[in-house]
């Protein structure tokens, strides 16, 4: 079995010699033995329900139906979830996200409705039993916020959210208009891989440019009296990052470079891409700025991805997290335009 044969390499007498080669593999290997026993789960829970029917069945006793239905009901569901995590094969996509959303045109509405897309990915992780780690927090003048950078720490959930990239819009009837006239309202989503630190990608200290500054907050307490906000700007792409989350300037400092790092991971996985169409004669389109995704609440209830067609009127369980059919949907385009263009 591979596993067994990765794991005879870790007792090499050399392999913790080059200490970062060998971080990168051990992440390889847990990743292939958490792979390896979620499917052997299912074949235990598979060969336990078949068991159940059979006695279900010689002892003639209907009262446990129900119970088999819902066991084979969840096994299902865990299959399906596998099935598709089997799709997610991006050099990048078994690795933790870092979300960024940050409030478009539309005011109050655009803040209020950044923090329901906040809202809506937190309680997605949530379903998801990932952990969330909020990295930045900028609320907004009356309600909701202006940007908020989080940490989903779960498998795959950067394959998973990739797709939510981009720029997603809101009509609703405002409940900040005094007359109650429907607005519409744009956030911005930024998908980010978690970088990781055994990699070669490195930010050299001569490219960069620290700034500190004073955070900015509603007045009051909420106000650091101290310059420990961090903006850090890279020279050669001019990416900027801006932190004021943490009361500390070193912890500030410390989460902008874990952006500004993973935004530059980013940027290779664009350049590589992008490339790879160059080579296949594929048409590029500018995916920043673009609209990618409507959520309709007035007059009629719809959310509708631009990119897939696919659309839903279950506005409500969207908004409360439940955006698998609206990711999935997106990775099955994408796999069969990519099947296409092969047999093209």
């Given at each position: 079995?591979?596993?067994?044969?990765?794991?005879?390499?870790?007792?090499?007498?050399?392999?913790?010699?080059?200490?970062?080669?060998?971080?990168?593999?051990?992440?390889?290997?847990?990743?292939?033995?958490?792979?390896?026993?979620?499917?052997?789960?299912?074949?235990?829970?598979?060969?336990?329900?078949?068991?159940?029917?059979?006695?279900?069945?010689?002892?003639?006793?209907?009262?446990?139906?129900?119970?088999?239905?819902?066991?084979?009901?969840?096994?299902?569901?865990?299959?399906?979830?596998?099935?598709?995590?089997?799709?997610?094969?991006?050099?990048?996509?078994?690795?933790?996200?870092?979300?960024?959303?940050t409030q478009g045109a539309g005011g109050v509405d655009a803040q209020d409705w950044a923090e329901m897309l906040l809202r809506m990915y937190i309680r997605w992780a949530e379903k998801k039993n990932f952990t969330?780690?909020?990295?930045?927090?900028?609320?907004?003048?009356?309600?909701?916020?202006?940007?908020?950078?989080?940490?989903?720490?779960?498998?795959?959930?950067?394959?998973?959210?990739?797709?939510?990239?981009?720029?997603?819009?809101?009509?609703?009837?405002?409940?900040?208009?005094?007359?109650?006239?429907?607005?519409?309202?744009?956030?911005?989503?930024?998908?980010?891989p978690e970088p990781d630190e055994a990699e070669e990608i490195k930010v050299n200290t001569d490219e960069i440019k620290i700034d500190v500054f004073r955070a900015s907050g509603n007045g009051g307490q909420s106000?650091?009296?101290?310059?420990?906000?961090?903006?850090?700007?890279?020279?050669?792409?001019?990416?900027?990052?801006?932190?004021?989350?943490?009361?500390?300037?070193?912890?500030?400092?410390?989460?902008?470079?874990?952006?500004?790092?993973?935004?530059?991971?980013?940027?290779?996985?664009?350049?590589?891409?992008?490339?790879?169409?160059?080579?296949?004669?594929?048409?590029?389109?500018?995916?920043?700025?673009?609209?990618?995704?409507?959520?309709?609440?007035?007059?009629?209830?719809?959310?509708?991805?631009?990119?897939?067609?696919?659309?839903?009127?279950?506005?409500?369980?969207?908004?409360?997290?439940?955006?698998?059919?609206?990711?999935?949907?997106?990775?099955?385009?994408?796999?069969?335009?990519?099947?296409?263009?092969?047999?093209?």
């Amino acid at each position: 079995m591979e596993i067994d044969t990765l794991e005879k390499k870790t007792l090499s007498e050399n392999f913790w010699n080059d200490r970062n080669k060998a971080q990168i593999f051990m992440k390889t290997l847990s990743s292939k033995k958490d792979e390896y026993n979620k499917w052997k789960d299912i074949v235990s829970k598979s060969e336990n329900l078949v068991e159940f029917s059979k006695l279900i069945k010689s002892e003639n006793d209907s009262s446990l139906n129900n119970t088999a239905y819902e066991e084979y009901a969840d096994l299902l569901s865990n299959v399906k979830s596998l099935e598709f995590e089997l799709q997610l094969n991006g050099e990048f996509d078994v690795r933790s996200a870092i979300v960024t959303i940050t409030q478009g045109a539309g005011g109050v509405d655009a803040q209020d409705w950044a923090e329901m897309l906040l809202r809506m990915y937190i309680r997605w992780a949530e379903k998801k039993n990932f952990t969330v780690e909020t990295l930045d927090f900028s609320p907004g003048d009356e309600a909701g916020i202006k940007t908020a950078v989080i940490k989903i720490n779960g498998r795959y959930s950067y394959g998973y959210l990739r797709s939510e990239k981009g720029v997603h819009r809101l009509v609703r009837l405002s409940p900040y208009d005094t007359d109650h006239k429907r607005h519409t309202s744009f956030a911005s989503v930024e998908i980010l891989p978690e970088p990781d630190e055994a990699e070669e990608i490195k930010v050299n200290t001569d490219e960069i440019k620290i700034d500190v500054f004073r955070a900015s907050g509603n007045g009051g307490q909420s106000v650091q009296k101290n310059s420990t906000a961090v903006r850090i700007t890279h020279i050669p792409t001019g990416i900027v990052v801006s932190v004021q989350n943490e009361r500390s300037q070193a912890q500030n400092k410390e989460i902008a470079m874990k952006i500004l790092t993973a935004k530059l991971t980013d940027l290779e996985i664009k350049k590589i891409s992008d490339k790879q169409a160059k080579l296949k004669g594929e048409h590029i389109s500018a995916e920043f700025g673009r609209q990618v995704r409507s959520y309709i609440q007035h007059p009629y209830q719809m959310v509708k991805d631009h990119r897939t067609n696919y659309q839903t009127n279950k506005t409500n369980e969207i908004l409360d997290g439940e955006i698998d059919s609206l990711l999935k949907s997106y990775l099955t385009n994408q796999i069969e335009n990519h099947s296409n263009s092969i047999l093209d």
